[in-house]
Each structure stands twice: as C-alpha cells, then as structure tokens.
C-alpha cells in the first residue's frame, strides 16, 4: 500500500485574503517539495484558477482536484470538491448567478487574479468574492451534487465563518457526515461536545501563504494499492473514499 498525504483546503492569488506568492505553479511546487500528492484549490467564491492548477500540478507530478470554498447565505463557509475540472467550473457558472455582487476594493482587501499555467495574468475578479452568496447550508450539498462534488463545512473549530461558532452547533440537521478541522488537537474535544461520532473529519491548511501549506505527515493521507498511476484513476479512489461520508 502507497500513502498519498493530500491537503484539500488552499488558496491562490484569486482570493483576496490570499498572498500574490500563491500562483498555481508555486502552490503545485510546494505540494511537491511538501511531499503532499493530492491538492485542492479552493478559492472564494470562484474556480477560476484552477485550469491553471491542474497544468501546473501535472508538470509536478501532483494530483490536481478543482474545488472551491464557498460562502453560504449565513456566511459558513464550506469546501466543495469535484472529480473534474469541467464539473468545477460548471459549479463556478452557476454561483456566479448565486453572488452578491459588490466591488471590490483593492486598497482594502487586495487583488483578485486569474492566472494562466505559466503564472501570467489574463484577468482581475472585479466583484468581491468573500462575501455571503444566496446559497443556504442546507442548500449547498444537493447544490455541489448537481455538478458530481461533494460538499461539506469548513474550518469547524474556527470562530471565523465556522459553522458552529454561526449557528452554536454542528448542523446536523443538513446532513453532512463529513466536516474539516483545522487544528488536529481539538479532534477529541469537537466529537464529545459536539456528537461528531459519526462524522468523519477531515485535517487541511486553508493556506492562504506558502508557508501556511501543509506537509505530509502521518495523519493525513489515503492508503491506495501501490499499482495506482495516473491522475485520473487517483482523484476517482479519493472520491469514492469521500462519498462513503455523503
């Protein structure tokens, strides 16, 4: 068996919390040199940069998964995953419609840019991206599956657009079997407080700096067969593990 550590929570230069350092040929190289085999770009609001991703991720033998934090209704944000690229940006398509739209200020919260493989820039995010959409929690799941992703809370155990610090519990009530932590420690203390028993959580960076991104360790990985090559087939294995959770 093959350990691929992953980090399925990051940010490029299209947020506008993000750092301009975080091209997609920078995140993909540090995943390399991190020894990190599975990254999911997750911007804003946005997966417009994730065509460059996946081009600079394949060059650093480095699988690539389109993905996107989004902002819910009640300001929660959520991760939401999905298997190809073209499903992704199709997600993408239909938040746009789903925005609130408001200008963004660079002098405030910085540039949004889009980005080619080679790490030019072909665009700016003219609205910012990290405010709420009109997408309720409770929506967003069967939302992400629309489009064959999965979707699921962010940064539980942060007091900023973390889903228990907004609704003072585990949304339960939305289904999700699966959530994200960021700090490995409070595990324990999440799951008796908050009857996470049967939610199987995930451990990611939410980089928004280089050094911010996560390195392989022993907790955070998925175990496959040491015959499985290729891309493809690798990001297939990760989502049929993560849809035992929804």
Same mark, same amino acid.
């Given at each position: 068996?093959?350990?691929?550590?992953?980090? !399925?929570?990051?940010?490029?230069?299209?947020?506008?919390?993000?750092?301009?350092? +975080?091209?997609?040929?920078?995140?993909?190289?540090?995943?390399?040199? +991190?020894?990190?085999?599975?990254? &999911?770009?997750?911007?804003? +609001?946005?997966?417009? +940069?994730?065509?460059? !991703? !996946?081009?600079?991720?394949? =060059?650093?033998?480095?699988?690539?998964?389109?993905?996107?934090?989004?902002?819910?209704?009640?300001?929660?944000?959520?991760?939401?995953?999905?298997?190809?690229?073209?499903?992704?940006?199709?997600?993408?398509?239909?938040?746009?419609? =789903?925005?609130?739209r408001v200008k963004n200020r660079e002098d405030i919260f910085g540039e949004q840019l889009i980005l080619d493989e080679n790490d030019e820039?072909?665009?700016?995010? #003219?609205?910012?991206?990290?405010?709420?959409?009109?997408?309720?929690?409770?929506? &967003?799941?069967? $939302?992400?599956?629309?489009?064959?992703?999965?979707?699921?809370?962010?940064?539980?155990?942060?007091? &900023?657009?973390?889903?228990? #610090?907004?609704?003072?519990?585990?949304?339960?009530? &939305?289904?999700?079997?699966?959530?994200?932590?960021?700090? =490995?420690?409070?595990?324990?203390?999440?799951?008796?407080?908050?009857?996470?028993?049967?939610?199987?959580?995930?451990f990611s960076s939410d980089a928004h700096y280089l050094d911010q991104l996560r390195e392989g360790t022993d907790n955070d990985f998925f175990?496959?067969?040491?015959?499985?090559?290729?891309?493809? $087939?690798?990001?297939?294995?990760?989502?049929?593990?993560?849809?035992?959770?929804?």
């Open positions: 068996m093959k350990k691929f550590y992953y980090d !399925f929570h990051v940010h490029s230069c299209l947020s506008p919390c993000g750092d301009a350092d +975080n091209t997609p040929n920078n995140l993909a190289g540090m995943a390399f040199l +991190n020894g990190v085999r599975i990254m &999911a770009l997750t911007d804003h +609001n946005s997966s417009r +940069n994730c065509p460059a !991703f !996946f081009a600079a991720a394949r =060059r650093y033998g480095v699988v690539p998964v389109a993905g996107m934090e989004l902002t819910t209704s009640e300001d929660i944000h959520a991760v939401c995953l999905f298997e190809t690229l073209e499903d992704a940006l199709a997600f993408n398509d239909e938040i746009d419609t =789903r925005r609130v820039v072909i665009g700016h995010e #003219e609205d910012l991206l990290i405010n709420a959409t009109t997408v309720a929690l409770d929506e &967003a799941p069967a $939302l992400a599956a629309k489009y064959n992703g999965i979707c699921y809370p962010a940064h539980i155990d942060r007091p &900023a657009n973390g889903a228990i #610090e907004i609704l003072g519990d585990f949304p339960h009530y &939305a289904g999700f079997h699966l959530a994200e932590l960021h700090d =490995r420690d409070k595990r324990d203390e999440y799951v008796r407080t908050y009857g996470l028993e049967e939610v199987h959580l995930l175990e496959f067969d040491e015959d499985l090559h290729g891309e493809e $087939l690798v990001r297939k294995k990760v989502f049929e593990e993560l849809r035992q959770y929804v």
